[in-house]
């Protein structure tokens, strides 16, 4: 017989531990369901200083601390890749390792990453996606950042502490990264921003990123920039596959149609965090969807019960 869980997680993020922690709280049996690494793409984040009560803290110990503390209240937590959901009563959720039933489920599934789309990216050394990962192995040596949000940013400035020259290249002639953020990337003296320019090849040597083929987009000029490493952080794409194989709407994006009581048109199955359509997506908001869904998923056991 296949275990049982009044509410199954799909996500390890901020909005999966906190709805995790909420449901325990109540007394729900829990069982969360992730098939990468916990904490989401805020654990790779070198500094966190936008969360209330924590004025600077790092986004791996942030990580730690939402795990540790649903762990502690009982939830199961396993590293599995949920294949598919069937929705009925109870709903099934299978995975890489086996199957469980559950009263409802929340979709914390969160987003991937983008990339640049360029030949060869996939396997060249060089080319990395967390500045925090591999930041140290680029230690005195040119390194480029790609995007202009504050991902980009917070990467180009923890880079700047340990590459002898980092520049940002961004598409656009403006940045979407936080004020704050652009004027102190901009007061760093071995921090260069290129707005308005895109990456139109790699160049490398030994199997190695040796440099990068760049292009002005006002003027159509094209520059080569010697670099050891290119730090991609240009955006997200939503991760709703299982959403749509339950005939959940999304939106143009691919987003989770739900509204903010995080409720979605399958009854039982509810939508929290960046994969939900909404106009702000911050780690603040991630955690609120989190215990919106899990009140919400809480509810439903209860009726049932």
């Known amino acids: 017989m296949e275990p049982y869980f009044d509410i199954v997680i799909v996500g390890g993020g901020p909005a999966g531990l906190t709805a995790a922690i909420y449901a325990r709280r109540a007394g729900k049996s829990v069982l969360l369901l992730e098939k990468e690494s916990f904490g989401g793409q805020i654990a790779s984040a070198p500094k966190v200083e936008n969360f209330p009560g924590l004025p600077a803290v790092s986004g791996a110990e942030l990580a730690d601390r939402l795990y540790g503390q ?15 959901i069937r929705d009925g009563t ?24 983008r990339t640049l789309g360029l030949p060869g990216e996939d396997g060249l050394a060089g080319i990395s996606y967390c500045a925090v990962c591999d930041g140290a192995f680029y230690a005195g040596q040119d390194a480029a950042v790609a995007g202009g949000g504050n991902t980009a940013f917070q990467d ?9 020259h980092v520049t940002l290249i961004h598409r656009r002639d403006s940045f979407r990264a936080d004020p704050i953020l652009v004027a102190q990337a901009a007061e760093r003296g071995n921090l260069t921003l290129l707005p308005s320019t895109v990456v139109e090849g790699l160049e490398s040597a030994g199997g190695r990123l040796s440099g990068l083929m760049l292009r002005n987009t006002e003027t159509g000029e094209a520059s080569h920039l010697p670099v050891s490493a290119l730090f991609q952080a240009v955006g997200q794409l939503p991760e709703s596959r299982l959403a749509q194989s339950l005939g959940i709407p999304v939106d143009g994006a691919g987003f989770i149609a739900a ?47």
């Open 156 to 164: 180009a400035l923890y880079l700047a502490d340990i590459c002898r």
């Open 70 to 84: 649903a762990e502690s209240l009982g939830a199961r937590i396993e590293l599995e890749e949920v294949l598919e």
């Open 259 to 305: 509204g903010e009581n995080c409720a979605t048109p399958v009854p039982g199955v509810f939508a929290a965090g960046d994969i939900r359509a909404k106009g702000v997506r911050q780690l603040t908001t991630a955690c609120a969807d989190g215990a919106v869904a899990a009140l919400a998923a809480c509810r439903i056991c209860s009726q049932r019960a």
């Open 90 to 113: 109870p709903k099934r959720v299978v995975t890489d390792y086996g199957a469980y039933g559950a009263g409802a489920v929340i979709l914390a599934v969160g987003m991937r990453r």
